[in-house]
């Protein structure tokens, strides 16, 4: 049956809303929202019946399992930061930033080998490109760099990348959707937007990230237990493949040039650093524990 345009309408709009009330309310609750993604593991017995192929399950593991134990686990750990404990402690490590950003890599390049099996070889390019951009975790000078998570309430997980990379990112992944199962692309626009809106309505952009993990993470938990989104906003029907070859074509053409400027800007730093999204004054949150144990 077709779904008339009204529906997609309130579907969407209802959708992108909750959403992004619910990175709100994850951003303001870490302990809360901690149980919920552990306990949201409990589901996995039922995902048999709604997974379907490597990559569904490549992906649905490779987003719930780190959402909840390592997001949620570092989280916690700088709720607690003073606590001495050795398992709060270990989630405190630098190796959950490198965790994070070795996630992030697999979930790009997952889709990238699904661009490529379904030939839509453009976009596969772009994904390429958005692996080899993104910023690595270090740690300079008693400060992380690119990648934090907060000693301060509320703990957030902060990625502070460009926003163009983050826009290419948005414009790939709707086109990858829109060719590997366009019967789920109005949904997936759906936590793409929410995740690019979050962080312009609170005015800053290092939030994507955490938006991001948390929208895409919600949607992977309820389509792997059901299958509420096909009578909701089904848009099998806006199949096109001419739109997905243009589309995949006007996305090479904007991932070239930043990757041409990303790279320049590395090479041409005078500390050969690639360029991400500007730094606010050292956080507390930046600084070694030590450090900070020392100005307390």
Not at 103 to 116: G, H, M, P, Y
Not at 228 to 238: E, K
Request: aromatic residues 16%; hydrophobic residues 50%; contains cysteine.
């Amino acid at each position: 049956m077709e779904i008339p345009v009204w529906q997609y309408v309130v579907s969407m709009s209802g959708y992108i809303v909750f959403l992004l009330l619910l990175v709100e309310g994850m951003r303001r609750t870490p302990r809360l929202t901690a149980v919920f993604w552990v306990l949201s593991l409990l589901t996995a017995p039922l995902w048999v019946d709604h997974l379907d192929g490597w990559f569904r399950w490549a992906k649905s593991v490779s987003v719930l399992l780190p959402t909840a134990i390592v997001v949620g686990g570092a989280r916690i750990a700088w709720l607690y930061n003073d606590n001495p404990n050795r398992v709060l402690s270990f989630f405190r490590g630098d190796w959950v930033l490198k965790v994070l950003y070795a996630v992030l890599f697999l979930n790009i390049a997952e889709a990238t080998l699904k661009d490529f099996a379904t030939a839509n070889y453009f976009n596969a390019i772009c994904g390429f490109i958005l692996c080899i951009t993104i910023p690595f975790p270090r740690y300079k000078n008693g400060k992380r760099q690119f990648w934090v998570i907060g000693r301060d309430k509320p703990n957030d997980l902060l990625l502070y990348s460009t926003a163009a990379w983050n826009f290419l990112y948005t414009t790939w992944n709707l086109a990858f959707v829109f060719g590997e199962n366009p019967g789920f692309f109005a949904s997936s626009f759906c936590i793409l937007m929410a995740a690019e809106l979050y962080p312009i309505i609170k005015g800053r952009p290092e939030l994507y990230i955490i938006a991001r993990v948390y929208t895409l993470a919600f949607h992977i938990l309820i389509r792997s237990n059901s299958d509420i989104f096909t009578p909701l906003m089904d848009s099998s029907s806006w199949a096109n493949d001419n739109v997905l070859w243009v589309w995949g074509a006007v996305n090479l053409a904007l991932h070239i040039p930043f990757a041409i400027w990303y790279f320049y800007k590395q090479k041409t730093s005078p500390t050969n650093e690639p360029p991400c999204g500007d730094n606010p004054a050292p956080l507390i949150s930046d600084l070694e524990p030590k450090l900070v144990k020392q100005t307390a």
